[in-house]
Every structure is written in structure tokens, then in C-alpha cells.
């Protein structure tokens, strides 16, 4: 038994990284955002692995991995567009479908589904700003080779 969701994210990360942009501008894309980024930015984490269909001959497992998108605005300067277009290029590089999966035959894993869990969009005001968060649930199922 083995752990496949960090390849699932290094997958995800390699995919994004220097791919998408807003406004002419580079949108980076971290694992752990450092402390000066100004946003917008992407985080990419790992939420769970799970255990399923598993059977004599291989281990299967369910892997959720969360791309968030935050964005901001001074006072009342600005909307969810941002957002909302940063998550659209990222659903459109990612390609959930039936058929285009992560290829990770190289680590001894087969990725047999991707699926959209959702995009769930959130909203928080500080003193100084205003906050826009997406947040993209990405399932993949694995099977273990």
C-alpha cells in the first residue's frame, strides 16, 4: 500500500505553474504561500486519500485534492470575476473527463477516474479589504500497480 496523492498534486502544481494568468499578470501557484504573496494567488493541497474497491489482486484509492484561488480588493473596488476567471482556465487545464487522466504509470499508478467534486466560492472583509476565495474539489481514483 502506497500513497498517491502527492503525485496527484505534483501533477496538478506542474500543469498550473507559469499556465495561468490574469489581466497580462502570472497567477502563481504554491503548496504553502509565503508570507509577502500578494494575491491573486493558487494553493494546491492534498485533502484525502481513501480506501476503496480494494480486492486481492490491487489497492484502489480515492484521492481529493483542493485548488484554491484567492483573490482581492481594496474596499469596494472589486468583484468575484476575478475568481471566477482564474477558476475557468484552471478547470479548462486540468480537463476533468471520462477519458484524460493524470498519467502516473511512471510512479506505479493508474489513474482510472477524474471527476469535478465542485467549486464552492467564499467571501471575507478584513479592515482593508475584500477577500474572494474558490475552492476546487478534484477527484481522482487510483489504482495501485
Keep these: 500500500m502506497k500513497e498517491p496523492i502527492h503525485f496527484i498534486r505534483q501533477k496538478i502544481f506542474t500543469l498550473l505553474n507559469g499556465n495561468v494568468s490574469y489581466g497580462g499578470s502570472n497567477v502563481p501557484v504554491y503548496n504553502r504561500v509565503p508570507s509577502d504573496q500578494d494575491e491573486p494567488y493558487i494553493v494546491i493541497t492534498s485533502v484525502e486519500t481513501a480506501g476503496v474497491d480494494f ?3 490491487s489497492f484502489n484509492y480515492e484521492c481529493i485534492t483542493r485548488i484554491e484561488v484567492v483573490t ?4 469596494d473596488s472589486g468583484g468575484e470575476l476575478q475568481a471566477n476567471s482564474i477558476v475557468n482556465t484552471i478547470l479548462g487545464l486540468i480537463k476533468t473527463s471520462t477519458t484524460d487522466f493524470f498519467d502516473l504509470t511512471s510512479q506505479n499508478f493508474n489513474v482510472y477516474t477524474s471527476t469535478l467534486n465542485g467549486v464552492t466560492y467564499a467571501q471575507d ?14 477527484a481522482n481514483r487510483v489504482q495501485q500497480n
Excluded: G, M, R
Design 72 to 75: 482581492s480588493f481594496f474596499s
Design 55 to 57: 480486492n486481492q489482486q
Design 125 to 138: 472583509d478584513d479592515e482593508e479589504k475584500t477577500y474572494f476565495t474558490a475552492i476546487i474539489d478534484i
